[in-house]
């Protein structure tokens, strides 16, 4: 079992759903990055958690640390959002990053 | 401010050939240094981090190398490319002593034929 699960794996819905991308995670950790790969293969990183709720325009990123389990929420979503996106925590032993497989999300238009 | 360089940006090198993919960062000093890649269809592995030059740790065993000759400068190398060699390297930096927040760089896109 990975030490980050993200779900869903894919992700296709139209121009101005809510979405919601989720991962869980199995060890202790310091904190928990989402961030952004575009097909070109650049990363950005969108948010770097450790407690509570972090919101970035459209985007809006939580966790529970309790439940080890953190969603980014995207309102109205648009084409450009179309990405994946990658959940990845930070052990809290030797800081290092532990990725998950990530969320290929495609919006259509 | 902070910015990190690879280059290339991309790179078809032939089976046997060497590589060598160069990372700097400019605006910080001492940074802890981490070389990643991205196999076609499957998530982020750290190949190697450097706490300081000189200093390399790897995390999978691999023909690929790492070497830091100076305190902003991560070199990836290999002596020959194998075919699962293609991926997207990523280099990152973070502070070192907040190494929970990295910053990554354009990436190389490499193609082993």
């Known amino acids: 079992k990975n030490e980050v699960e993200q779900s869903p794996q894919n992700l296709t819905a139209q121009e101005g759903e809510f979405i919601t991308i989720n991962c869980s995670y199995s060890?202790?950790?310091?904190?928990l990055h989402w961030l952004q790969q575009h097909p070109g293969g650049g990363i950005v990183s969108l948010f770097m958690?450790?407690?509570?709720?972090k919101k970035h325009g459209r985007l809006i990123a939580t966790i529970n640390i309790q439940e080890k389990h953190s969603s980014l929420h995207i309102t109205a979503s648009h084409p450009r959002d179309s990405a994946v996106y990658i959940c990845?925590?930070?052990?809290?032993?030797?800081?290092?990053?532990?990725w998950g497989a990530g969320t290929k999300l495609i919006i259509k238009p | 401010s902070q910015t990190i360089h690879q280059w290339p940006a991309t790179l078809v090198q032939p089976v046997g050939s060497p590589l060598s993919l160069e990372c700097t960062v400019e605006?910080?000093?001492?940074?802890?240094l981490y070389w990643y890649r991205q196999a076609a269809g499957r998530g982020l592995q750290l190949l190697f981090y450097?706490?300081?030059?000189?200093?390399i740790s790897s995390e999978v065993p691999q023909n690929l190398s790492a070497s830091r000759p100076q305190d902003r400068q991560f070199i990836l190398s290999s002596k020959k490319l194998l075919l699962s060699d293609s991926g997207f390297y990523l280099c990152?930096?973070?502070?070192?002593?907040?190494?929970?927040?990295?910053?990554f760089g354009p990436g190389t896109r490499l193609t082993v034929t």
């Open positions: 958690l450790s407690s509570g709720k």
């Open positions: 605006g910080t000093s001492n940074p802890n």
């Open positions: 450097s706490v300081g030059i000189g200093q």
């Open positions: 990152a930096w973070s502070v070192r002593r907040a190494s929970y927040e990295q910053y």
């Open positions: 060890v202790g950790i310091s904190a």
């Open positions: 990845a925590v930070v052990g809290d032993s030797n800081y290092q990053l532990i």
